[in-house]
């Protein structure tokens, strides 16, 4: 097929203006004002936004990389088109948008206000020690201190407990029945709990595991809150105390939490509340 003389000049402008738009575009993401990380029909995504992305994935251990960062911003890039888009629907105009919008706005102002209480109220070296002390002061002389190697089962019903006892009794494997009988969480790990101090679970469990040698079963099933519980002792060893360095981010993880429920608290004490 032939062109005719000036179709192929229209061709050859079209083509231009393309590449003049393109050109454009590409510049225009060159000069993207300072503090802006991608502008979105017209709207503005800031680097600030990127950058908290980027601590959260650094706080569950990520690396900050190249990579990491282009995946951010698409993302924020892709959620702001999608936000436009709902919002030109009046999507977020319906009422369970304006509900859902409070409840995240107090779940922000929640967190805002404790992690500001935090700030003015930190954790010291001092506090840390302090705590760290008091622990070690509970355990009374450190070298008579067992700890235990602990596996449970948990079931729904006494009834339960005392079939998978009889099925122990048998024989059966108790790392084979927690993962196909237990309710609990640590049934992926054959209903392992790790090593633990007996001050460090519940009086009712507590009470049984002292009294078990290695490879010892609960000889009768253990009411809990959370419900019917088998417990073996899988080893014991004599406790070493940990230095203050070792567990100085679980203290000060356990005193953050500490001092918000305090604080919380101390508001509800002095709110007015009427039911």
Known sequence: MKFAKGDSYRRAALLIVVLLAWSVSLNAQDKLPSGVAAIVNGV?????????NVKTNLDQGKKDTTELRRIIKEELINREILAQEATKRGLDKTPDAQIQFALYRKIYLVEALLNDYLKRHPVSDADLKAEYDRQMASLGDPNSVQQYKL?????ASETDARAVLTELRKGESFDKLAREKSINPSKENGGSLGWLLPGQVIPAISNVMVNLNKGGVSAAPIETSVG??????????PYKAPSLDE???????????????????ELVQSAQIIQ
């Open 228 to 237: 019917w519980q088998i417990i073996k002792v899988e080893d014991l060893r």
């Open 44 to 52: 503005a995504i800031p680097e600030s936004a990127v950058e908290q």
């Open 151 to 155: 596996s449970h089962i948990v079931l």
């Open 247 to 265: 567990v100085k981010n679980q203290i000060r993880e356990a005193l953050v939490q500490q001092r918000r429920l305090e604080y919380v608290k």
